[in-house]
């Protein structure tokens, strides 16, 4: 077989409503659809990992829509920037189509690939995808990317027509497809190096209207069904940001706004790539950390004494999932009353995070201590009993995750909230204006 396409998916795991996979099949070539464990990642994730779990899954459904089609998802374990050049010697590839990614290590190893390609005199195409605006599509009059939240929003809604949510029906072109009857195993998990023990329930791909309907009053109560938990999904493209937003914006706008929120920080990581592992004003990089390494665990375990904090810790402990007020509860508890630095934080959500995208993460820990582009001002520090008393007042969400709470078993506060937070305070300040 000759000149045949490539089609690389990645946060992508899916045939319907894909961009790239859509422009790939347009082009009348023949598409070989390929997945790539990427072991540069997966060697530093622990072997019960569970997002690998969910991705080998979503990998092995993709797989058998491929073949249902008569084609088949072609899977590959190793590293991207070696493997692909082989790839495409292998079938005789003139051109690589992907979905573009927006991360730093994601942008550089692309621009190694690129490379790599050009020498072979092999074109390597992308696609916006996973996000409704990308790059330098939504900027300031000036021409210089937003840094607030507001302003952007407002720009976002205002360039926003219905052609932006307007699907790409990849999934009406698979005659394109390579025709294969000859089917690859999928590699299993335990031979990528995991144990593929499933211990937490994975989400569904879908919202009900009445969820999204009620978003607004729902939403910041823990004890109440009232998100969407489609995080997971929207980080391996398993649905389409495209369809979600269209459903969004007829239905709430509160729910809309949170999308744009991903968007923003997905824009925040592309222009200013040194916020994935400082902080986006980097005079609070100064900061002086106490890094008290036992208050840390303590917060880990979820046995701070301030139930609403150790509600959450034990939430995600459990289910890789954590409620969205209470991150910011345990965000700003980390940050400002232990006075822990958020990387501390971010780290371990990354590992925790059945969710996780380095973007979003790093964004909402920087808002929580004070450090990022549009963050609460370091003197804002979330209360943790006012918190509790006014989004779980009957206590409901507690009780479910911290059963021993109210009982001799259940720890004192390891922090004092006024003496921590005049502290914290004084602190920022100095530092600040030094």
Not at 363 to 372: C, K, N
Not at 376 to 405: C, G, H, S, T
């Amino acid at each position: 077989m000759e000149n045949n396409l490539l089609f690389w998916h990645r946060r992508d795991l899916r045939i319907e409503d894909n961009h790239g996979l859509f422009k790939a099949l347009s082009t009348g070539k023949s598409v070989i659809p390929v997945f790539i464990f990427d072991t540069t990642i997966l060697s530093k994730l622990k072997a019960n990992d569970q997002r690998v779990i969910f991705i080998h899954q979503e990998i092995s459904r993709l797989k058998s829509e491929y073949q249902l089609a008569g084609s088949d998802l072609l899977i590959y374990v190793g590293n991207p920037i070696e493997l692909l050049p082989k790839i495409c010697d292998e079938f005789t590839i003139e051109k690589v189509v992907t979905n573009r990614d927006y991360e730093p290590n994601a942008i550089q190893r692309d621009l190694l690939v690129y490379e790599f390609l050009k020498a072979k005199n092999i074109e390597f195409i992308g696609a916006k995808d996973h996000v409704i605006f990308e790059k330098k599509e939504v900027l300031k009059d000036d021409g210089k990317p937003y840094t607030i939240f507001t302003p952007y929003s407002k720009k976002w809604k205002a360039r926003l027509t219905s052609d932006d949510f307007d699907a790409f029906p990849s999934e009406s072109n698979l005659n394109n497809l390579c025709k294969t009857d000859t089917y690859q195993p999928l590699v299993t998990l335990e031979e990528l190096g995991f144990d593929g023990v499933q211990t937490i329930d994975f989400p569904i791909k879908s919202v009900s209207e009445s969820l999204v309907s009620k978003y607004s009053e729902q939403r910041d109560f823990p004890s109440v069904n009232g998100t969407s938990r489609l995080g997971v999904h929207l980080r391996f493209g398993t649905i389409s940001i495209r369809a979600l937003a269209r459903q969004a914006s007829s239905q709430n706008e509160t729910y809309l706004n949170e999308l744009i929120w991903r968007d923003f920080y997905q824009m925040i990581i592309y222009h200013f790539p040194h916020s994935a592992k400082d902080s986006f004003k980097s005079q609070y990089d100064r900061i002086p950390w106490d890094n008290n390494e036992a208050h840390f665990q303590a917060w880990c375990d979820g046995r701070t004494g301030y139930p609403l904090v150790d509600a959450g810790m034990r939430e995600l402990n459990v289910t890789g999932h954590m409620h969205n007020r209470v991150r910011m509860v345990v965000a700003s508890f980390l940050t400002k009353h232990l006075l822990i630095d958020w990387r501390w934080g971010a780290t371990y959500f990354a590992e925790k995070l059945l969710d996780f995208e380095l973007a979003s993460n790093v964004g909402g820990w920087q808002w929580a201590s004070g450090s990022g582009c549009d963050a609460a001002p370091y003197f804002r520090i979330f209360n943790p009993a006012l918190q509790l008393d006014k989004f779980d007042k009957q206590m409901v969400y507690v009780k479910k995750w911290v059963p021993e709470f109210g009982t001799p078993a259940y720890p004192t506060p390891i922090v004092d909230h006024a003496t921590t937070t005049k502290r914290t305070i004084a602190i920022y300040k100095e530092t600040l204006n030094s």
